[in-house]
């Protein structure tokens, strides 16, 4: 089932934003719930970690639409993001929290189905995506396998590198995890990732070249294939790609 959310303290923009959603050509009651709520407050005390899509007024009382959703990318960095306003226009700020349209209260209804059309599109395709449900300093994250370049083993745990695009953004541009890279690697072993050293788990996808004993990942980060390691590593990148490959 896909969770859509509607906040909004002003019932009548509630409502209206409810029946748009209800009028697009993507909206299936049979695999949609909407769930309303007149508050960022009462959003969060009921806050579900796999909510899909939000449409969240920006000038709530008490706590705003950009506060409420600092708050759930706390836990839920693949949710779909709307902001809705009838004067508040984006501001640098916002994109801290990868919005994904703006909607303009005072827009016409034809604009607004169109971007609600788009939302419920994009909802679709990143609840299709693979995503991988980590906990870090005691939260629970869900985080795209997409986009992962590779996970690191460390002390207590493992690191998890993201890419330079994607939505979630650490200050570092890394997770830590207290999963052991093993327990990762037998859940994205269908994903396209693979091992070519004992310390690493790498997203083949994103492999930009490779020789006999290393692989350059996006970012020009430079990791070694091992001996140990080498001939399973090397006979998973060409199994993904399914086709045979030159190597340095």
């Given at each position: 089932?896909?969770?859509?959310?509607?906040?909004?303290?002003?019932?009548?923009d509630?409502?209206?934003?409810?029946?748009?959603?209800?009028?697009?050509?993507?909206?299936?009651?049979?695999?949609?719930n909407?769930h309303?709520?007149?508050?960022?407050?009462?959003?969060?005390?009921?806050?579900?970690?796999?909510?899909?899509?939000?449409?969240?007024?920006?000038?709530?009382?008490?706590?705003?639409?950009?506060?409420?959703?600092?708050?759930?990318?706390?836990?839920?960095?693949?949710?779909?993001?709307?902001?809705c306003?009838?004067?508040?226009?984006?501001?640098?700020?916002?994109?801290?929290?990868?919005?994904?349209?703006?909607?303009?209260?005072?827009?016409?209804?034809?604009?607004?189905?169109?971007?609600?059309?788009?939302?419920?599109?994009?909802?679709?395709?990143?609840?299709?995506?693979?995503?991988?449900?980590?906990?870090?300093?005691?939260?629970?994250?869900?985080?795209?396998?997409?986009?992962?370049?590779?996970?690191?083993?460390?002390?207590?745990?493992?690191?998890?590198?993201?890419?330079?695009?994607?939505?979630?953004?650490?200050?570092?541009?890394?997770?830590t995890?207290r999963?052991?890279?093993?327990?990762?690697?037998?859940?994205?072993?269908?994903?396209?990732?693979?091992?070519?050293?004992?310390?690493?788990?790498?997203n083949?996808?994103?492999?930009?070249s490779?020789?006999?004993?290393?692989i350059?990942?996006?970012?020009?980060?430079r990791?070694?294939?091992?001996?140990?390691?080498?001939?399973?590593f090397?006979?998973?990148?060409?199994?993904?790609f399914?086709?045979?490959?030159?190597?340095?």
């Open positions: 089932m896909y969770e859509i959310v509607i906040c909004d303290d002003t019932e009548s509630l409502l209206q934003l409810k029946m748009a959603v209800e009028k697009s050509k993507y909206y299936d009651m049979s695999s949609m909407i309303t709520f007149n508050s960022g407050m009462s959003f969060l005390e009921d806050m579900k970690l796999n909510t899909d899509l939000i449409l969240i007024d920006m000038q709530m009382k008490m706590m705003n639409g950009f506060e409420t959703i600092m708050e759930l990318r706390k836990k839920n960095q693949t949710a779909v993001v709307c902001f306003s009838a004067v508040v226009t984006p501001q640098t700020e916002h994109f801290e929290v990868s919005p994904y349209r703006y909607i303009l209260k005072n827009e016409s209804k034809e604009r607004i189905a169109k971007t609600i059309d788009d939302l419920l599109v994009e909802m679709k395709r990143r609840k299709q995506q693979k995503t991988l449900e980590v906990v870090s300093d005691g939260k629970a994250s869900l985080i795209p396998v997409n986009d992962i370049l590779y996970i690191e083993k460390a002390k207590h745990g493992c690191t998890i590198v993201l890419s330079a695009n994607s939505a979630i953004k650490p200050e570092d541009g890394k997770i995890s999963e052991k890279l093993a327990v990762l690697e037998e859940e994205l072993k269908e994903e396209g990732f693979a091992i070519p050293h004992s310390s690493y788990l790498v083949i996808k994103r492999i930009t490779i020789s006999n004993d290393e350059f990942m996006e970012g020009d980060q990791i070694s294939v091992s001996r140990s390691c080498k001939e399973k090397h006979h998973e990148f060409s199994k993904f399914g086709k045979k490959y030159r190597r340095g």
